[in-house]
């Protein structure tokens, strides 16, 4: 059982019909179901924006969200408070971009006001993005996207890149309504299917800084995918039989609706925060900062590693380590994409008899 | 019934595999399985370099294979007798290489010897790589890589960077024997399993150049994955089950052995190519440079779509058309993979059944 934050679990009718025996990807057939999954990612995006459909990891659909946007040497805002924020950080450093982080410790949210400060003062307008991480896996927490980003239209001229690889799906991300123009996510999180596939989507002001972006690229050229958007096709081979899972779980959420599942994450975190903590364990991140999509714990009393090992050797239930400096130190529990209240219970329960097996 | 060169056919016992539920990718259970694919991925390549996996297209592999290794301004070769050829031509382009095409007609091998030419004029060693389609997929052309990869040897200084994304698992691609620095393969094709793998073969000369390439990369940046790989892990999400289909599709590979997998797709070319005659069809590409994994049918007297059409509609058999200028005027047939005689002789006589219905 899979209580880690990514691969998340999959449904039954997701994985019979990955199943399925490849078609030709430029047959009239696949071309119907390009069709389908590219409206349903529309509305799973709430977006009219184009949503591009890659065969990469999340890191992949980040990497592809921020080198078609920018050339290098220019001025970009990074989050830092994980991870995955550190991760962009690096990223942009790679690839020439000119990198100011705004961090936060590791478990606590960043600061929108730092975003102002920086935004505010540049009246230049020198910064050309401003990279953030929604819900920053490593640590559980949910990063204020909705101010930053109202700081980043202030601005007028810096795009909003944001990596909402464990929230989309998860938590409200109303692309539209909040003018977000880059949006990367991956498709073993939310979308209920195996890793394999990144999803970006682009607003039409990062289409026009796209034409005077000239950092180099070629299988992540976004161009060529919108391109073959249009006519329900991709510019490369797409990994077929993902797809076919992808169609199954998109018509699995547009069935429980976009406020249902948002509901259910929402309800899945309370439930996992209130048995942590009346099992006495402290949260690493505070209730108003909590992620939708995984919960990291800190035992004062127990081995992190113990504790998960023990989950995983008695109960069969994976649970997720601490990354980098919190190896050890921390446990995850994912509740994410496929999750009932029922599996939540199952997994206290057997982390509640781990706790008196460990003593 | 798909006869096309990509995606191939899937065994079942593939299509069953890759249904499993995923498991955490940083589990000891997962890291059993890559360190079991690492070693048969080795076998299929005939090498004792490191083969890495990527969640790419065979195009994504390619860039790995080009942008790891080289730098802006480098001087490369890159054989260009199709649209491949032609695409790691504008790849190259697009990564600001210094690029010389060495071209052929589509349907007509490269010829060696102008490579000789070039390299053997290149007193300087200013050419930094040869780039070379081992098996030309949009004309059913295999390239003289042996001949080629000679000339290189005898320049000393350039590495040999191949295509090898239809030649793969069909035709003997003796990595170490030859010496090749960089071959990059998909896994739609040979491999047996759905598209979404990218395999790249990195020699010890390659990884040296490495040290000195400046191209920026980050997803594609192949270190990350040679140290992953040292540890049977991956630096992101892989694409789990797909691997598990590797998994499954590797062993089948390894029961039926690399010589009977080569000369069973000899003879699946002889069989169609004899087939073809017996038609009437005039074979695009001539029989001493025929690949082992599609052959390219140019009928004279038929609209090439309109023979695909019937094929497509009365015997639910998928080949291939032409691409870019032979779009409507060849069509092709794929032999590669999972396929035996008797998908030939039901692919045969359904195109002798469709000339007769076409008149």
Not at 65 to 79: E, K, Q, T
Request: hydrophobic share 40%; with cysteine; proline share 5%.
């Amino acid at each position: 059982m899979l209580m880690i934050p990514g691969p998340t679990p999959v449904p039954e009718k997701v994985l019979l019909a990955m199943a399925k025996h490849p078609i030709g990807h430029r047959s009239g057939d696949f071309s119907k179901i390009i069709g389908e999954l590219n409206e349903n990612l529309k509305w799973l995006h709430q977006t009219t924006n184009e949503v591009l459909t890659l065969c990469v990891s999340g890191t992949g659909a980040m990497e592809a969200g921020i080198i078609n946007f920018l050339s290098a040497g220019d001025r970009v805002l990074v989050g830092n408070n994980g991870k995955f924020g550190d991760r962009w950080a690096k990223m942009s450093r790679a690839f020439g971009l000119q990198v100011e982080e705004i961090t936060a410790e590791w478990g606590q949210p960043l600061n929108p006001e730092t975003f102002k400060e920086k935004l505010e003062a540049d009246t230049n307008k020198q910064i050309k993005a401003v990279i953030v991480t929604h819900s920053e896996t490593s640590t559980g927490v949910l990063n204020d996207l909705k101010t930053i980003n109202e700081y980043v239209k202030a601005h007028g001229e810096a795009l909003i890149i944001v990596d909402a690889v464990t929230s989309l799906g998860a938590v409200n991300v109303p692309i539209d309504e909040w003018g977000l123009d880059v949006v990367a996510s991956g498709s073993q999180k939310g979308y209920m299917i195996p890793p394999g596939l990144g999803f970006v989507s682009v607003s039409d002001k990062a289409w026009k800084a796209y034409e005077t972006a000239t950092l180099p690229k070629f299988y992540l050229d976004l161009a060529p995918y919108k391109k073959a958007n249009g006519k329900n096709s991709s510019p490369f081979t797409p990994p077929i039989n993902l797809m076919f899972g992808l169609k199954a779980a998109l018509e699995m959420m547009r069935e429980e609706g976009l406020e249902n599942i948002f509901a259910r994450h929402k309800h899945l975190t309370e439930v996992t925060r209130a048995g942590i903590k009346e099992l006495g364990l402290p949260l690493f991140a505070a209730d108003d900062c909590a992620a939708l999509a995984v919960t990291a714990v800190m035992p004062d009393k127990h081995d992190a590693e113990a504790i998960r090992s023990n989950m995983s050797k008695k109960y069969d239930i994976a649970l997720a380590g601490g990354q980098d400096h919190l190896k050890g130190k921390i446990f995850r529990i994912g509740h994410l994409g496929f999750a009932s209240e029922a599996d939540m219970l199952k997994g206290l329960a057997a982390l509640k008899a781990t706790l008196k097996q460990l003593g």
